[in-house]
């Protein structure tokens, strides 16, 4: 399908005719007319109508024969998110299951979080979720990425590098797992040209240079095939092929292997009727070629965990040219190229739930293992470290295969076995010798687990540092959570206080809430208790404190800053306006330093040389030396409040405390508290081992600054906290 071509209603029903399957076409239509009324107006990048997407993906999904209910989801996929329809109007109109699935596929971009990193991950815990109930879900939705992928030429180049980046990381993964390799293999070669543009160019313009010789060669080696296995009735399928780009860029650039040296560039699939033929196949390649030692892999007898079979081999003609060869039946192939959706496409389908399918029990594993998760972003580093791993198979001495990640040790085997294997885990045997606990397995190992029979026996907390795989760390996690709170709490309150000194935090009660907060934790305990288990991580836990204490001191700058401008414009005009001087009417006013009176101090004035009437306390230390005096006797004025008005005044405050910077801390917040601008502090020690402040403030009378004082003396470590200027 050419994809700069606008899909149309027309095209869909078509395609569903062509299909000669039974589709309910009227509830197609209403789901159709649903959409195309709700997204009316809007438009794709491309400038297409936005219809054209929805109406796509339907056909995506159509080559693997989704159901009625499936291509009704995916033509209704955003209205929900996009538009006013809502999940209950589609419950209504078109059931249960089809809700079930919009609601699945829609993004929670509504949620308010706290980064895009927590967004993504519960979008992708919802997908998850969602998936459990139906596995319909997930399907439409590599549908929905794959048509966002072939029209991302449409978008800015950061969206592109985004978008690409996060199907790597997520929707490719999991169409792996899905078993839907031909929807994976074109979502990594879209991503990749846009993520490495030059690397791309670099494999294509090699692969040209040998196009010719390339294509000769493999119509050579299948017509060499064909005709030693002419016999075999009806006649086998054989196709030839070449890696794809992100195949051969993965061993180029990931494994830094020269192009001469990836051995499996040119591949020939041979598909025939039953397993029998398949290994009967097998021995005429390698009669008819030379196998490359350790190149040859039966996953026949040990499927892949999304129940991928097929017999591989590399070998070599006496053309020198290394290729790989596949072999499998039809049904394999079938499941190989779609996946779980093979099961629409050539069955009767599924009835969506994943429940008693064991080929999804790595869904529910991740679901189990981010119920344990307190971090959120955890979570999706997770998913994604599990979903992209390659992997070993291992049997247990009763011939049990397990597939574990590449890198996985004897630790981790223990605890795919059972989680009560791994927590009581003493020793392991591979090929009958000990080995230790951080033991690399590898493909065909036999591992014997020895466990201890002690009640009280339990991980140790170095082997969250051994295990490799999110799984075994996850349970040891949940170990220690359950059953060691105390220790837990110890140990983190223990490593977030040598955390904060490092990096000049003072450990005080609201900064340890507010990180508790941020961790979506309830309280200061948990938060410990989950640092002591690994819950949480330590790097995270100090970032957003770090953060929140920045963006504290930029507040409180801007405040101080915004005061004293204020302070500014205040003292350069007339305060005449809240004063009342006996016998004296438009004269310029200035208030004294020594004292800063407030609006309800009792005032006087006096009549300087120049400068107008200056206000004092009439408790100033200065009223009281020189009101006698025979100079100035005449000088002072009677003066009083004319009411309160908008303006504020500078008061300082004189604090005796003792010596700990949380008492500082104390102070500050108190004042932060009060919503009043501080202007200016100066701190000393005193020769008792005290400390001094004289704290200079921003307030609008003499009660607000008695309701500072006073709940300055009331912290704990405050000696004593007063108003300067008194007699």
Known sequence: ????????????????????????????????????????????????????????????????LMDTDTICAALMHDVVEDTDVALEEIKKKFGSDVALMVDGVTKIGQVPLNTKEEQQAENI????????????????????RLH????????????????????????????????????????????????DPYGCK?????????????????????T????????????????????????????????????????????VRIIVQSVVECYNVLGVIHDLFSPMPYRFKDYIATPKPNRYQSLHTTVIGKEGIPFEVQIRTVEMHNTAQYGIAAHWKYKAGLKGSVDGEKRFDWIRQLLERQQ???????????????????????FSPKGDVFALPLGANVLDF????????????????????????????????????????????GPNRNWLNIAQTTEAKSKIRSWFKKERREENIACGKEELEREFKRNGIPVENDILEEAAMKAHLNSVDDLYAAIGYGGVSMSKVIQRIKDSVIRAQKEHNAAVMTAEENMEQTNSRSRKKGIIIEGIDNCQIKFAQCCNPLPGDPIIGFVTRGFGVSIHKQDCVNVINNMDSEENRDR?????????????????????????SSVIADITAAIAANRIPMHEMNMHRLKNGNTNLLITIEVAGVEQLANVISRLQKIPGVISADRTGKA
């Open 636 to 660: 002072w004025l009677k003066a009083s409040w004319a009411g309160v008005d908008d303006s504020t005044y500078r008061a300082t405050i004189d604090i005796i405390s003792e010596q700990r």
């Open 372 to 394: 344990e998760a307190d971090d959120v972003e955890q979570i999706a580093d997770a998913i994604k470290n599990d979903l992209t791993q390659d992997e070993v198979f291992v």
């Open 125 to 144: 815990r919802k997908i998850l979720i969602a998936m459990s109930k139906d596995i319909r879900v997930i399907i439409i939705k590599l549908a929905d």
């Open 414 to 457: 223990a605890y795919t076995i059972h989680t009560e294997v791994g927590n009581k885990m003493t020793g392991a045997k591979v090929g009958g010798r000990m080995v230790p606990f951080d033991y690399q397995v590898k493909t065909g190992d036999i591992v014997e687990i020895f466990t201890s029979g002690s009640p009280s026996y």
């Open 224 to 267: 060499r095939i064909r005709s030693r296995i002419s016999d075999i009735d009806p006649p086998p399928i054989i196709e030839g092929r070449v890696k794809s780009i992100f195949s051969i860029y993965k061993k180029m650039y990931v494994k830094n292997k020269p192009f001469d040296e990836i051995y499996d560039i040119y591949a």
């Open 1 to 64: 399908m050419d994809i700069k071509k606008s899909v149309t209603i027309d095209d869909l029903m078509q395609k569903i005719a062509d299909t000669g399957r039974e589709y309910d076409t009227e509830k197609i239509r209403r789901a159709f007319e649903l959409a195309d009324k709700a997204h009316d107006g809007q438009l794709r990048s491309s400038g297409e109508k936005y219809i054209t997407h929805p109406l796509s993906v339907a056909m995506i999904l159509l080559d693997y």
């Open 148 to 195: 966002n992928m072939r029209t991302l030429y449409a978008r800015p180049p950061e969206k592109q590098l985004k978008t690409s980046l996060e199907t790597m990381n997520f929707y490719a993964p999991i169409a792996h797992r899905l078993g839907m390799s031909d929807i994976k293999e074109e979502m990594e070669s879209i991503a990749i040209h846009y993520l």
């Open 202 to 222: 670099e494999i294509e313009r090699l692969l040209d240079l040998h196009k010719d010789e390339r294509d000769s060669f493999i119509d050579k080696i299948i």
